[in-house]
């Protein structure tokens, strides 16, 4: 709201109206983002008509709604392909490939969003339960199925060998192989 605070001492105005309101929601950015400051506009102008009578609310359909991207659903030949492509990774002796594998393979499986997917700890999955994924926000997700050509079993033995507590072990990869040190022992 600073920003907006700061074009209206440039314009010299004192109260909000639809047009100055309108002018600076479309000032910058791209379409997508009008929506929003919109939305942080209203909010505050709301908040000051209690101050000021003459304050203008614009309206919540003066820009068109955001519209989210149509995702990319990937056919069964191309999450093979892609399990395949992570498994190929180099160096050869690290976990950097398998975490790839596990994590694409996560996804594939379970229509986690990659955000998801990057929060899980090790101790979310339960591979004797059919991987089930007992995680936080999705502990009603029910057990995943197999999906041909993911190994998660492969990732996480693996990690056994690398580090002695696995339950605070990311998912996600920065770096090189993960070691017992630089995570948090249970």
């Known amino acids: 709201m600073s920003e907006f605070v700061a074009f209206m001492e440039a314009r010299g105005a004192e109260t909000i109206t639809t047009d100055l309101a309108m002018e600076w929601v479309t000032s910058m950015g791209r379409q997508p ?30 820009v068109p709604p955001a519209r989210r991207t149509k995702p990319c659903i990937y056919s069964e030949i191309e999450i093979q392909a892609l399990l395949a492509a992570a498994l190929s990774l180099p160096p050869a002796n690290a976990l950097r490939r398998w975490t790839y594998h596990c994590l694409f393979g996560l996804i594939a499986v379970a229509g986690l969003r990659h955000s998801e997917a990057l929060g899980l700890l090790r101790a979310d999955v339960d591979l004797d339960q059919g991987a089930q994924v007992f995680a936080r926000k999705l502990a009603d997700m029910p057990r995943l199925g197999a999906h041909a050509g993911y190994k ?16 605070a072990v990311p998912f996600r990869v920065r770096g090189s192989c993960p070691t017992a040190s630089r995570y948090r022992q249970d």
């Open 33 to 62: 983002s009008w929506s929003i400051r919109l939305a942080d506009v209203r909010c505050f102008a709301r908040h000051l008509t209690h101050f000021d009578p003459l304050t203008e609310v614009p309206p919540s359909d003066a």
């Open 152 to 167: 998660p079993r492969s990732l996480f033995r693996r990690r056994d060998a690398a580090a002695q507590s696995l339950t």
